[in-house]
């Protein structure tokens, strides 16, 4: 059963950066696309950036694109979210999550089947 573990959340200042990663454990031979969202308190959840199963071809919401760069390591079956210029309106759960079905990158979170548990990101001002 695949399963996605997220770490690298913390409590940051404004300005500051930090690096997320999703390590996918158990059946990854279908891992195709993966992506981020998020999950601020009261709002719904997010799409933040996606990464196509080649990870040459990637897609950002407006809202992190420049500040944000989704990566992945397919021989460590991980990828990454760097964010740069945090902003306290980036305070929220972030969550990765894999697709089984699709290769591309895709902002639609109902593509996707397999969901990490979230990481916590809080940025002060």
């Known amino acids: 059963q695949l399963q ?3 770490s690298g959340g913390g409590l940051v200042q404004a300005g500051d950066s930090l690096r997320l990663s999703c390590a ?3 059946r990854t031979d279908s891992n195709y696309a993966m992506g981020w969202f998020r ?3 009261g709002k719904e959840r997010e799409f933040v950036a996606a990464i196509n199963r080649s990870g040459y071809s990637t897609v950002y ?3 992190v694109k420049g500040r944000c760069t ?3 390591d397919n021989a460590k079956n991980t990828v990454y979210l760097q964010m740069d210029s945090l902003k306290p309106e980036d305070t929220a759960v972030y ?3 894999v697709s089984l079905r699709r290769l591309g ?4 979170s109902n593509e996707y089947d397999v969901w990490g548990q979230g990481t916590q990101v809080t940025v002060s001002s």
Not at 105 to 108: C, E, H, I, M, S
């Open 4 to 6: 996605l573990v997220e």
């Open 24 to 26: 996918a454990s158990g």
């Open 39 to 41: 999950q601020a308190p």
């Open 61 to 63: 919401a407006d809202s």
């Open 70 to 72: 989704i990566s992945r």
């Open 95 to 97: 969550y990765c999550a």
């Open 105 to 108: 990158a895709t902002r639609a």
